[in-house]
């Protein structure tokens, strides 16, 4: 009944029953925090005030605070943006794509990944918000007439569709993430003690009693939302691209952005995943629900993402080329060659070429080895995403508006108070959520759960 | 009350397996499960308790058909009746020919529509909301015991052998307080435990 092949690793080492899957993932929250889970939030935390400081100083006083100039009127702000949402993609693909396609090893991944996706979204959301310059009127995104007279928002631009797509996800990912939390704040409810912390599980329960027809209900919904959550999430970075693509600017002007950007979004979400979950895994003790499997799993989807990501580049630089297109040419050679080689060179190494490591398994079950390529990783997707931006822009059609970008301390600012902001979001989450979405891992235990794997292959053998 | 000679009791299972297996028994001879709370969802619970299948996937489906005509409304009104406008050389004088622009919208839109309408008739349907009181009457049931509420009529003792029989580690008379004469009942019916 709960036969899986003795080829397959167990998901779950040690041996557990499904009441240490309860306590453990109670564990980080009903005990006091590590000292590096203080030290951690106390950085982030600085880093966020600092940001929190640059984005007031840009409202109050304007764009102008930025590097931005006539030629580069696009920068670190969109570069900021697409990096965030793209990280964000990961979270969707594990708890959406990989649940249609029956992978049991998501269960234990799949909750913190959603979180990282939520607060990646916040991020960018903070992005297009400021950059209005006068956020105040940022209402006017939404479909209403315009100062509530009789022009409206134009559904024909890219930009306007960017708003229905990111707040799609955002919120579509965040009932989603709840539908799956609300069975593990109801065992929270159930085992709290203090009186404080059963009532607030209590409210975020909703009442979850566990009901056969409940249950029922629950897979049903978890699965449709997964179906709808799988277009959702491609289309969302196929938006993003057309931000681009649907413009007249060299380097951004192809058909290929889609997929690329796609590619690449997921590349750079696993990436963040592997970062976050191998802090959290030894901060928290979860080595026995985050195994080498599961890291070895995501270094591969890494590796082949990567490799998709490379030949999106190849595919570019020949179809500028083939194209005959002399300014598509010389944005392409300038990318290369150009005063921002060495922005484009970075992006080769750390996305093309350092994701290949990963062919080697003693590479890729290795800890230490995975963490560096992470943060590598994301350094890379950064930088691709200024290569994009800002080696299209500084030198445009007219030489004589050539120029260079440089970001101010406030550009440099706000991307790092994005990052504590994140890291802040993360480490509370990790400290009063269930981490792990028990519920669903105590399903596979009796497959996958080491013990009871040892147990099948002594049945086996007697018959 | 619907039954008030029906009284209820309550089986815990430390086992997935030992509580599926003991359903069909329990249904054979004639005891009506009322409800069984589980820590988890369990593969095959619906069809051993003869739940019909839930309709919620039905839902999504005409949600997101709303989502979809909310999307083409508002951007045949917007664009082409409200306000036409000349983008780039590219008049929008007819729906037909701006639709391809609107796709993106109306793909967000039905998604959206979909899976937010979808989550909303599951918290209705299941009588979910935030504070609600707890809805399993034991509280291990979320950590790793299976509960089964069993209806039968006057004496119990025929359920109870059965229950140990099918594997169950406690047995208790679920206290309906609503109804009136349990309280008498329960005490008799606890000596026997």
């Given at each position: 009944m709960h036969y899986e092949s003795p080829v397959r690793e167990p998901?779950?080492?040690?041996?557990?029953?499904y009441h240490d899957i309860t306590v453990d993932v109670a564990k980080p929250i009903e005990t006091n925090a590590p000292r590096s889970w203080w030290i951690a939030l106390s950085i982030s935390l600085i880093a966020f005030l600092w940001g929190v400081g640059c984005i007031l100083y840009t409202i109050g006083t304007?764009?102008?605070?930025?590097?931005?100039?006539r030629t580069v009127n696009w920068a670190w702000d969109i570069t900021n943006f697409v990096w965030w949402v793209g990280i964000g993609h990961a979270g969707t693909l594990i708890s959406a794509v990989l649940l249609l396609f029956r992978q049991k090893w998501r269960m234990s991944i799949n909750r913190s990944a959603e979180a990282m996706t939520i607060f990646a979204v916040v991020q960018a959301a903070l992005f297009p918000g400021i950059h209005m310059?006068?956020?105040?009127?940022?209402?006017?995104?939404?479909?209403?007439p315009n100062q509530f007279g009789s022009l409206w928002v134009n559904f024909n631009s890219p930009l306007l569709w960017d708003v229905f797509a990111i707040s799609t996800y955002f919120s579509v990912s965040l009932v989603f993430w709840y539908v799956g939390l609300i069975p593990d704040f109801a065992m929270l409810r159930d085992r709290a003690i203090r009186p404080v912390q059963k009532h607030i599980y209590s409210i975020l329960s909703?009442?979850?009693?566990?009901k056969a027809k409940h249950w029922q209900r629950f897979e049903e919904v978890s699965l449709v939302l997964a179906g709808l959550a799988t277009p959702l999430v491609l289309s969302v970075h196929t938006i993003v691209s057309m931000d681009f693509a649907t413009s007249v600017i060299p380097g951004w002007h192809?058909?290929?952005f889609p997929p690329y950007f796609v590619a690449g979004a997921i590349f750079s979400g696993f990436a963040m995943v592997q970062t976050l979950l191998i802090i959290m895994r030894k901060m928290f003790k979860m080595e026995d629900y985050i195994t080498i499997q599961h890291i070895e799993m995501m270094n591969i989807i890494i590796m082949v993402t990567g490799s998709i990501v490379g030949i999106a580049y190849i595919t570019e630089l020949f179809m500028a080329w083939y194209s005959g297109v002399e300014y598509e040419q010389y944005a392409f050679l300038n990318r290369a060659t150009g005063p921002y080689w060495w922005a484009y060179w970075s992006m080769m190494t750390c996305n093309?070429?350092?994701?290949?490591?990963?062919?080697?398994k003693k590479l890729r079950t290795s800890i230490m080895f995975t963490f560096i390529i992470s943060i590598v990783v994301n350094i890379g997707m950064w930088f691709e995403r200024f290569v994009i931006i800002v080696t299209s822009l500084h030198r445009d059609y007219l030489p004589s508006s050539w120029t260079m970008f440089s970001p101010s301390f406030v550009d440099i600012g706000i991307f790092i108070g994005t990052i504590g902001f994140f890291f802040v979001l993360f480490l509370l989450y990790a400290r009063s959520?269930?981490?792990?979405a028990q519920a669903e891992l105590k399903t596979i235990l009796k497959s996958s759960g080491e013990n009871y794997k040892k147990l099948q292959e002594q049945d086996h053998g007697k018959h | 009350m619907a039954n008030t000679n029906k009284s209820v009791i309550s089986a815990l299972y430390n086992d997935d397996d030992v509580m599926l297996k003991s359903i069909k028994p329990l249904r054979e001879n004639g005891?009506?499960?009322r409800e069984a709370y589980t820590p988890f969802p369990i593969h095959g619970l619906d069809h051993e308790l003869g739940l019909a299948r839930t309709r919620i996937a039905i839902t999504a489906f005409i949600y997101g058909a709303l989502g979809l005509s909310v999307a083409i409304a508002l951007t045949y009104y917007t664009m082409i009746i409200d306000w036409p406008q000349n983008i780039g050389g590219k008049p929008s004088f007819s729906f037909g020919q701006n639709v391809p622009a609107f796709v993106p919208i109306m793909f967000e839109l039905t998604v959206f529509f979909a899976a937010h309408l979808m989550v909303w008739t599951y918290f209705v349907r299941n009588g979910m909301?935030?504070?609600?009181?707890?809805?399993?009457?034991?509280?291990?049931t979320t950590d790793d015991m299976f509960m089964l509420e069993i209806e039968y009529d006057g004496d119990d003792s025929e359920l109870r052998s059965l229950l140990k029989d099918t594997g169950a580690v406690e047995i208790n008379i679920v206290d309906?307080?609503?109804?009136?004469?349990s309280d008498s009942e329960e005490e008799v019916l606890e000596e026997t435990v």
């Open positions: 998901l779950i080492t040690g041996d557990k029953s304007g764009i102008g605070t930025w590097g931005l100039n310059g006068r956020i105040w009127l940022a209402y006017f995104v939404f479909p209403i909703f009442g979850w009693g566990g192809t058909t290929i093309v070429f350092s994701p290949q490591f990963m062919w080697f959520f269930p981490v792990i | 005891f009506k499960i909301y935030p504070g609600r009181k707890a809805m399993n009457p034991d509280p291990r309906q307080s609503t109804d009136e004469p």
